[in-house]
């Protein structure tokens, strides 16, 4: 069948729902409610099959960095899928666009992260991080150092090994994970559970479980502490200024790797190549995806120190790779958006001009009756909605009922937000305007009006 191009809107929704198993979501609900069908997007602004515009406050899943519709990597796809579609780096082989690739990411990434192993996104990324970090301990003699440490809340992705990592409840209840040897300390959620701490004394708090956690285990058994520089699916938690110091502290003191989940806070999210960079992070292995290719095709992957590749490639062979491990046509199409975010010194707009213009703005939410805190770190931003700022209350109609009410407002004045639980979360493309950024502030508000009106009408507003 070809692509269903004018079909009616009901039409697709009705084979959607018939043949298509979707990602994190109800399938009772949508067979019911029907699938929102996109069909295009230029810039920031996408459009659904009945013609509505849509600002994408998300960048599809975290990933448009550099915005929907730039020919150039189209044409960067083309080209290469004419030269060659397809090619394996298995077994002593490469291709040009695995080796520019690899060198261009060696020159990005700070302080000695110069090598990359390929994957097809974050989920297989951190998997490989599993394997290898576990390898590399094997190979210096030290094979019990098999834990890895994470976060409550923390999200590293889907397939058996990353979502061990992560640390959200609600995935580890499906599908027997765990595995074994994976451990979890606190988020440094200050809003939700710093009570009446200080977010610095909560941020240094919250990092000392790590040390407490490594005491408790024994260093020796212990390989790698997993974090993201700013949580990002579990609601865009911007950790107190105190937290990622004593962080690196803790793991320059034990001898522990140390693996940056940069999948979103890679390529400019925060106002640097690096989130790693923004946060004073030194990390031995980083996890990246997303905005490496900006979303237009699949790629992600480990970018490792010189010293964890030196002692992989000098123990022998690892076996481990995926068949579209650094896929010559993503790598093309990575490398052409890193070109131009760098030509087009988009991370620059992000860190001098429009980043801070989006903190001014977003930093007023706080003046709405509903939002509580608001934070941001680049361009990812989140506000906690709440029905008592003072006390930080949650709603007592559970955590979800409000982020979600408010959710479908937005998709009605025309923005896309996500929400987690009630903490409204935004990572627009990084080359949004502040036109723009004006226009999605103002249909945040608008949202956020009509959500208070909705929760005031339906006895929603009682704290928990
Ligand atoms: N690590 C982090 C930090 C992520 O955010 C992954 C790993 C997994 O990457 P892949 O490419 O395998 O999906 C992610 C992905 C959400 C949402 O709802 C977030 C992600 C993916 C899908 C939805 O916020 N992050």
Redesign the pocket.
Known sequence: MTILHNTPTADLQALDAAHHLH??THGAELAQKGARVITRAKGVTLTDSDGKELLDG?AG??CCNIGYGREELAEAARAQMLELPYYNTFFQTTHPPAIALARKLAELAPGDLDHVFFS???????DTNIRLARHYWALKGKPEKTVFISRHN??????VG?ASL?GMAAMHEQGGIPIPDIEYIGQPNWWAEGGEMSPEEFGLMRARELEAKIEELGEDRVAAFIA?PV???GGVIVPPASYWPEIQRICDAHEILLIA?????GFGRTGNWFGSETWGIRPDIM?I??GLSSGYA?I?GSIVSREVADVISKGGEFYHGYTYSAHPVSAAVALENLRIMEEERIIERVREDTGPYLARKWATLTEHPLVGEAVISGMMASVALTPDKASRAAFRAGAGTAGLICRDFCFEEGLVM?H?GDRM?IAPPLVISREEIDTLIARALAAFDRTQARLEAEGLMEPA
């Not at 923390?154 to 397939?159: E, F, L, N, Q, R």
């Not at 989940?261 to 806070?265: A, M």
């Open positions: 990602p994190f998300m899943l975290w097809t996104g974050g989920s297989d990324a951190n923390a999200y590293h992705g889907s397939t990353a992560g993201e949580q990002g699916a989940d940069e999948v979103i806070t996890t995806a997303k699949p992600g996500r987690v979360i």
